[in-house]
């Protein structure tokens, strides 16, 4: 496990004293003015955030969407982007949220896109098709797979609630994911903020695997009990994302360090 992608987040998250991560959700609508005169704009304003925030980040997620939705610039940005995350903070890691899902044939094409030619280290997917659909993901035990598992969305309980055999789906999901498709070591979770009670089972089902954790800051998830609901035994094991509540803030890098320091308030950690 030294050389995984999971090693690699547990180093630069005990490095760093740090679990946060950085949301790079840049809505080229909501970019400051001084940035739109850049030759890039997406990717000025990225590099940007990445200056200010590093020291208090381990990780970074690009959301897709706001990349695809300017098509070819938009996927140039996010090229460069990682490039430079790559180049300059080769220790944190790259997550594209891409919640990608489709037959195994395609997947592979996504494989490509997503781990060798933009360079990410993780890439968040849909679990609906089964295990069969993400082998291409799953094969890939250099890189991670980041499965949907208790979503931090208001409306997520609509199928992720739905009792199977007894259980709600999600925990199905957790259970599955840490008990059959992890052979690789290279699987985590998502479990959102929104919902620390299910956020603590999924913890207690699956061990120490780690979880990505989106819902702080604008979503209004509550640091403290996400923390106390989520972290494994060795204190860690949890990037919690913060996306608009960082990148739009009058200062970025205050509001990636008071996260930093929140979580780490929470973790009984001194700051």
């Not at 979503?151 to 609509?158: C, Q």
């Not at 957790?174 to 992890?182: G, H, L, T, Y």
């Not at 299910?198 to 780690?210: C, F, H, K, P, Y």
Request: with cysteine.
């Amino acid at each position: 496990m030294s050389g995984s992608v999971v090693a690699k987040y547990d180093r630069r998250a005990q490095s760093a004293g740090s679990l946060v991560c950085v949301g790079l959700d840049s809505d080229i609508a909501r970019l400051p003015e001084r940035f739109l005169s850049a030759d890039d704009p997406q990717y000025a304003f990225n590099r940007w955030i990445i200056d200010q925030t590093h020291p208090y980040a381990s990780a970074y997620k690009p959301n897709m969407a706001f990349y695809e939705a300017r098509v070819e610039a938009g996927l140039r940005s996010l090229a460069r982007t990682v490039e430079y995350l790559r180049a300059q903070h080769p220790d944190i890691l790259t997550i594209c949220d891409a919640k990608r899902a489709d037959i195994g044939s395609t997947n592979q094409g996504y494989v490509t896109a997503i781990f060798d030619a933009l360079g990410f280290d993780a890439v968040t997917l849909n679990p609906y098709l089964g295990r069969e659909a993400l082998a291409p993901f799953l094969a890939r035990a250099d890189k991670g797979c980041i499965i949907l598992c208790r979503t931090s969305n208001p409306g997520a309980g609509e199928l992720q609630d739905l009792v199977v055999e007894g259980k709600p789906l999600w925990q199905i999901v957790a259970e599955r994911v840490s008990r059959e498709w992890n052979a690789g070591g290279n699987c985590m979770l998502v479990a959102g903020a929104t919902y620390p009670a299910e956020l603590a089972q999924i913890r207690a089902t699956v061990g120490d695997m780690t979880l990505l954790v989106p819902g702080v800051g604008a979503q209004g998830g509550d640091v403290e009990q996400t923390v106390r609901a989520g972290v494994n035994a060795n204190g860690r094991g949890m990037i919690i994302n913060s996306s608009r509540g960082i990148i739009f803030a009058d200062d970025p890098a205050g509001a990636a360090r008071d996260l930093r320091d929140a979580i780490n308030r929470a973790r009984g950690l001194s700051t």
